[in-house]
Structure formats: C-alpha cells, structure tokens
C-alpha cells in the first residue's frame, strides 16, 4: 500500500512540472489566441485589444504566477475562443472519453482473449491461422480507417447504427448504440496485440507439469484450460493491457473527430488550432493524470492476479 | 310581375361555388401542409473546433456568421442568396435617405419590433449602441466603422449616422454582416458581455437556447418575429471538424445541411449521392510582392512573377469551384473590370519568354532564388504548389517554408516577407476589396502599396485617390471612373498578382427548401430565414 500511496503522490511534482513547460512552450509558439479569433481580420489595433482582455500583454511571469494560483483553486480559466469555463468544459468532455477508453479496452480484452486462447488450443489448425491473420488484420489497419468503413457498412449501408454524437447519459440504450463503432475501431487493433500475446502466452503454459497433474485427476479439458491455464496465461496480458489503455486513449482523439462526439481529444485539437492555451494545458494535465492513474492501476491489478509480485 | 324563379336558384349557385372555393382552399392547405416535414428541426454542420463569441463585435468568422444571421437583424439586408449591392432591401429600417454629399444617413425604423426573450423593443437607442460598440476599440470590425463620426437617435424610431468621409457605400456597413447586427442594449448590460457572447440576444427569426462548447449551439424559432413566425421550430448547428464525417452524416441523413469543400471531387460526390449544392459569396486569392524587399521593389520582377504563372493552371486545378480574377476587384462585383477590357498586356496570361525577359532586364538573366513562408492551408499551399513549379520554368526558383496557418498569420504581421499569399472575402463593393489591401492607411497592406515608388518613378504610387473619390460621390459614373482608374494603376504596378476567386460549397438534402435561391451570399455559409423550411423525405 504504501508503494502505492508513493507513487499516487508522485504524479503531482510530475503535474506541475508538465504545467510548466508546456505553459511556457505555448507562449513561444508564434501564432498566438489572437490571430486565432480575429482571423484574416486581425490588426494591431484588435490584436492589442484582445491581448488586453485577456491578460496577455502582461510579463509571462506575471501570467504564470496568475495561472498557478487558478490551478490551485481547480479553476482552469476561461477559453479564449468562446469564455466558456475549461472545468465546465472538461467535465463535460472527460465522462465520454474515459466511457470510450473503457468500451474500447472491454472489446480489446474479449476479443483478444478469446481468439488468442482458441488459437492456442487449436494451434496449427484453420483457427489458429485465422487468428493470426485477425491480428496481421488489426496490427496493419488504422483506427481512424476502420472508423470510417465501419460507418459506411453499419450507417449508411445497413443503417443499423447512428454515426456521430454520444448520446444523452440519460439515454442509455443511444449511449450505447453510439458506443459500439468508435469502440470497435479503437479496439479492435489492440484487441490484436493481446491476442498475440496471449496465445504465445498460453502456449507457454499449456505444456506445464501442474496441468498434466490436472489432467491426470481426470479433469475436463475445459476446466485444465479455462480454469487453470488460463490464469496464469493472463499474467502478462495484464501489464499489456495497461499499454493498451493508454495508447487507446491516446487514439481517442482521432476517433472523437471521425465520430463527432465529444471528449478531451477533440478539445485538445480545438485548441492547437486555436492557440487556446488555458484549455490546452489543461487537457494535457488531463491526459497526463489518466496516463499516470492508468499505469499505477495496471501496477496494483498485477499484483493482485499474481501473488509472487511484492512491491516494497 | 311574374314572380323570379331564377333568384332560388342563383342563391343555390352562389352557396356551391363558394363552397367549392373553400374546399380548394383547404385542399390546398392541407397538400402544402403534407409537404412538410412532420419534424421541422434543422441540422447545420459546419467545420471548427469552437464556437467563437456570437457578439457581432467580437466575433467574426465562418463558423459565427451563418449564427450571427439567424440571431441578429440589421438595418438592411442582401437579399437572401444574393450578395448584390444594388439589390439591398429593407430590414429594420424601413426606409433611409442619405444626403447629397453622402455624409448624413437618416434610417426609419420599423415599429414593433421585438428582441428575444423578454427584453423589449427593439429602438434606435439599440442602434446606436451596436454601431458604437462595432467601432470601439475592442471591435474586430472596428475598420469598417471608423468614418462614423457622430450617431443622433432624435425618436426611438430614428437613426441619423453622421460620417467623417462621405461614404456611397455605408449601406454595406449596416446590412447583415459584422457591426450591421443589431445587439440588445438591455441585455448585454443585464447578462454582461461573457455571457452575452456565448447567448446573444437579437430581434432575428431565430434565438440561441443553449450552447455546449465546443459541441453544438439549439436555437429555436423566434415567434414574434417581425417578417413572421418561423417555419423551422428548431436548428442544431453542430461543429463537425472533419469533412468526411460531414458528408457521411449528410447522405446518412442524420445532418440536413453542410459546410463543403472547395473541390470538384468533394461536389461531385455529394451530387452523385443525391444533395443538392450552393455556394457561398467567394472569397479572393492574391499573392502581394513586398515591395520593401529586394527583388520586388522592382516591378519588372513583379510583373515576371505574375508572366511566369497565369491563371490556366490553378484553374485547371479547382475546376469549376474556382473562377480567375483578372483585377483586383472580383469579378462577381459591381465595378469590376473583365478581362476583355483589359489591354492585353494587363491581362498577364502566361508568358514565360515574356517573364524571362523582363528579369533580364532587372538585372537577373539567370534567374533568381528566394524564400518564402507559406501556410499549410490548403486554400494557401495548393496555389502555392503550382507556381512554384511553374516560376520553376523561368527559372524562378521559390524555396517556401510551409508553417499552421495561424503561425503564418503571426508572422506575416511580425516580420518582413517575400512573397504574401493572402485570402479573404469582403463586402460586395471595391472600396471594400481596394481599401484594406492596397491604400496607404490599408491595415492588411503587406505590399506596402500607396507607401513606396512601385514603378521606379521616384514617387510615391497610390489608389488612395481614387478609393476616396469612389466613396464621395453617389453617381455611379463617376464611381465606376474611379474604379476602372485604380484597377488599371494596380495592374500597372503589380503590387500583387490577383489569381481567383474560390467558391466555398454547401451541401443541403434534397428535402431542404430555403425558401431562396442559394447562388450566393454575404454571410459565408447558408442563410436560415423565416422561410426556410424541411419537406417530407
């Protein structure tokens, strides 16, 4: 536990220090909010004018220091595009990504554990080769490709599924319909990763003399396999998984653009665009707290499906 | 007397064709009614990322425009699809009448008419406040509204707007685009301006209901709205990035109307599928020589740079989503010239003997090399890409350096530059387009024309003249003089080498009536009127 606690509060010195850089990063891009805003229109006058409304025109110190005493406060700032609130904005996008990264890793972890484990019991035959050719499949093909052809099959040829939108949380059936293409682009390459890597993994296993032992007390080759294989197979599924998770989230920006819907990817390309630097750096902390929290999460599941692993 | 027998029977008469009128009547009623779309809820897709402020002061681009329409009034209006100058009809002014010397503009205002959501009638005490707040400081549109010098409002119903300049074109300034929207006095000083930009409140057809950032903005029909209740009850005007999911959303039918894409393939699949297309007022594409900067404070190198490219080859590309500017002024708008008025010299097709020779007599035989900064716009690097490889072939060797288009933007007003490709659209009259770009005080000037000897004279070359002349006096003849004088001097000089004129798209299901004819428009996406409205798929 303490392991644990150590590493929870180690990702704010991490925090801080990605708040900084990337604050004075931004601000030395040039092409700033203003230009953004004001478009082709933009001249001195209009240009000082904003930065005066915003506080831009003031030492970057000065807008550092204003800056850090607002994250203090969990106040995120205000966009500079529309004035809407960053923490209201987040709170709207964050619930939709993480329901995505969610969706997305269970249709990862079904499909790649399903068809990895059948391939491995079924090894050299047409399944074992239709597997690995599922994850030459999902190794190759782009997600943001698969989005778009899963549109055109499911939406406008079947007519089946809606294509852009999230839904109401208070519709959970939309919610759902609106989930299951997104979720199957973005899981469906990684769901090829672990299949990999647990077919390899169960192969490793299956040989082991604690399940000759199984099958010599007459045990079903369902209950060797599934039940006693497979545990152990899933060990080093486990520490993929908490890649995938991170590199799904990741992929979600694209996603949320191919499918409309809202989320802190579409946020964080809204505001490179648009030099809007509050909501940039804010999404960036964002990402950057998930990632951390995903990986101490992967830490804390291994060492629960493995009971060898002791962290001091 | 005998008695008539007649009158029992005209009485029978009378009451059948009057019943049968009333039964066509209903009829008819009823199969217009049938037409319609059970559900009249619009969806609009445009491009962005986020909404920028609705304040017509503070916010004025693609994305805000076709809002800006539906939420605000103005004194004038285009007619709806039309962005003619000469077609200007009335709004909320009633009536106006400008003064000889085209200094005082007296508007009538019409009465009655209500702002959204309680906050009254609209007077010329809101008037005057929009057309204050446009040319203060902080406006972005504040250009356009500099010559106004003084604002009477002797009644609620009476705007009198005292110019510096006299201004034939003023009109434009109060129609519906930038500063010409009219703002509720009462509720921006009640909800503050944050606020306000986020939830305007206007006298248009139709009113902002709510907005998630980012996302979508609902607005729904304003009942009392003057011309009549709207027939769409509510529109979705969502913001949708990418234009592949634009256009599988519109042929999906889950969107009703979208934002294209200037490409003869993009229209060409949305007609195959079925959508019907309109087009937007186009902007302008030039490339502006810095002639503060050697090789193109000369104008023979100018003008070799514009022998060497043409027009043919960025045509071909674009097809028919582009037409060719042969001036300065594009040729949908009044006072520009053709390119069969032109002397043929001025017409500057392609010649690349001609481009050769002219450098050699500035001095490079050889040719000559130079860098440039580009943006990754592709509305920007497209053309760009073309006459590059086309300078290439009179030996004009341009090493340009792509950059995101708001660095680029950046740097253009920060630091010295080549060669400036520039866009952008503009009211529908000269002065407009001749005034930013090329007169001495233009604040988009990156030629710097009007400030330096552009023909090696030793004078100083300027249109300035002739834009005043064109804006103080309201005889078209005289204004067109002006107009023909100051393209030709343009031509001449070669400040900057006008390409075409790019014509932005929007796709509509078929079952999309607007109620007008989209050829064009003023507000840079399509116009959501009282009329417009959804027939049954």
Request: hydrophobic letters at 50%.
């Amino acid at each position: 536990m303490t392991f644990f606690v150590r590493k929870a509060i180690g990702i704010v010195p991490m925090v801080l220090v990605l708040v900084t850089v990337v604050f004075f990063l931004l601000r030395l891009v040039p092409g700033g909010p203003a230009i953004a805003v004001l478009g082709d229109r933009a001249t001195p006058d209009s240009i000082a004018a904003f930065e005066a409304r915003w506080g831009l025109d003031r030492p970057l110190l000065v807008q550092y220091a204003d800056y850090m005493a607002g994250l203090a406060r969990l106040d995120f700032g205000r966009s500079f595009i529309d004035g809407s609130s960053v923490r209201e904005s987040l709170a709207r996008a964050v619930p939709h990504s993480i329901l995505l990264m969610l969706a997305a890793t269970a249709v990862s972890l079904v499909l790649g554990i399903t068809v990895g484990v059948l391939a491995a019991l079924r090894r050299g035959t047409w399944t074992d080769g239709a597997s690995r050719a599922f994850a030459l499949f999902g190794f190759s093909i782009p997600d943001f490709y698969l989005g778009v052809v899963l549109i055109l099959l499911f939406s406008l040829q079947l007519g089946w599924l809606p294509m852009r939108g999230a839904g109401d949380w208070d519709d959970t059936a939309d919610l759902a319909l609106r989930l299951i293409m997104p979720a199957l682009a973005l899981g469906l390459p990684t769901a090829a990763v672990v299949m990999r890597i647990a077919r390899a993994s169960m192969l490793e296993v299956l040989p082991s003399d604690y399940l000759r032992t199984a099958r010599a007390k007459g045990l079903s080759p369902r209950v060797v396999s599934f039940k006693h294989a497979l545990r152990n197979a899933l060990i080093p599924v486990v520490s993929v998984v908490g890649l995938n998770m991170g590199l799904i989230l990741g992929n979600t920006i694209v996603l949320e653009i191919v499918f409309s819907r809202p989320g802190i990817g579409r946020l964080l390309i809204g505001s490179i665009f648009n030099r809007d630097f509050a909501v940039l750096q804010s999404t960036l902390v964002v990402y950057a707290v998930c990632i951390a929290l995903i990986n101490l999460l992967t830490d804390l599941a291994y060492g629960v499906v493995n009971p060898a692993i002791r962290y001091e | 007397m005998l008695p008539s027998t007649n009158a029992p029977r005209r009485r029978v008469l009378a009451l059948l064709i009057g019943a049968l009128a009333i039964a066509s009547l209903a009829l008819t009623t009823a199969v217009a009614q049938a037409d319609l779309a059970e559900e009249q809820v619009l969806r609009y897709a445009t491009d962005g990322r986020q909404f920028p402020p609705l304040d017509p002061s503070l916010g004025a681009n693609n994305i805000s425009f076709p809002v800006q329409n539906m939420v605000f009034d103005s004194l004038v209006r285009f007619p709806p699809g039309s962005p003619r100058l000469d077609a200007i009809e009335p709004a909320l002014a009633e009536s106006w009448e400008a003064s000889e010397n085209g200094r005082v503009w007296t508007f009538r205002l019409r009465q009655g008419v209500q702002f959204h959501r309680g906050y009254g009638e609209l007077t010329s005490a809101d008037v005057a406040f929009s057309l204050e707040r446009a040319k203060g400081e902080a406006s972005v549109v504040a250009g356009s509204y500099r010559n106004i010098a003084a604002i009477e409002t002797p009644d609620p119903y009476t705007v009198v707007v005292r110019l510096a300049e006299p201004d034939a074109f003023f009109l434009t300034g109060v129609a519906n685009k930038y500063g010409g929207w009219i703002v509720s006095q009462a509720a921006l000083e009640d909800m503050g301006q944050d606020a306000y930009s986020l939830r305007p409140v206007g006298s248009g057809p139709f009113m902002v209901e709510d907005v998630v950032p980012g996302e979508v903005l609902h607005l729904v029909r304003h009942d009392g709205y003057w011309r009549g209740q709207p027939i769409i009850e509510r529109i979705e005007y969502l913001l949708m990035p990418d234009l592949t999911a634009r256009t599988l959303a519109l042929i999906n039918g889950e969107v009703d109307v979208i934002r294209g894409a200037v490409s003869p393939e993009w229209s060409a699949t949305v007609t195959n599928a079925g959508m019907n297309l309109g087009f937007s007022a186009p902007g302008q594409f030039i490339l502006m020589f810095n002639m503060e900067l050697e090789p193109f404070d000369d104008v023979r190198v100018r003008q070799a740079f514009a022998y060497a490219i043409g027009r043919d080859a960025v045509m071909a590309f674009y097809g028919d989503t582009a037409i060719p500017m042969y001036t300065n002024v594009p040729p949908y708008v009044m006072g520009a010239l053709s390119a069969e008025e032109l002397p043929e010299p001025l017409r500057y097709e392609r010649d690349v003997e001609r481009a050769r020779a002219l450098l050699a007599e500035a001095g490079f035989p050889n040719g000559l090399e130079i860098d440039a900064l580009a943006s990754e716009n592709p509305d920007y690097n497209n053309p760009l890409q073309i006459w590059k490889e086309l300078w290439a072939d009179a030996g004009i060797i341009v090493n340009y350096t792509a950059v995101d288009h708001p660095t680029y933007h950046a740097r253009i007003r920060s630091e010295p530059h080549t060669l400036i490709p520039y866009g952008g659209v503009k009211a529908p009259h000269p002065n407009d387009w001749l005034g930013d770009w090329y007169t001495s005080q233009g604040g988009l000037n990156f030629s710097h024309y009007g400030q330096v000897d552009a023909d090696g004279d030793g004078t100083v070359d300027s249109i300035d003249e002739y834009v005043a002349a064109a804006r103080a006096t309201l005889d078209p003849e005289a204004q067109q003089a002006a107009w023909t004088a100051a393209q030709l001097q343009l031509l001449e000089d070669m400040p900057t080498f006008p390409s075409h004129v790019v014509k932005i798209a929007f796709a509509l299901r078929p079952e999309v009536d607007l109620g007008y004819e989209l050829a064009s428009t003023v507000v840079d996406g399509v116009e959501i009127w009282e009329t417009t409205r959804l027939l049954s798929r």
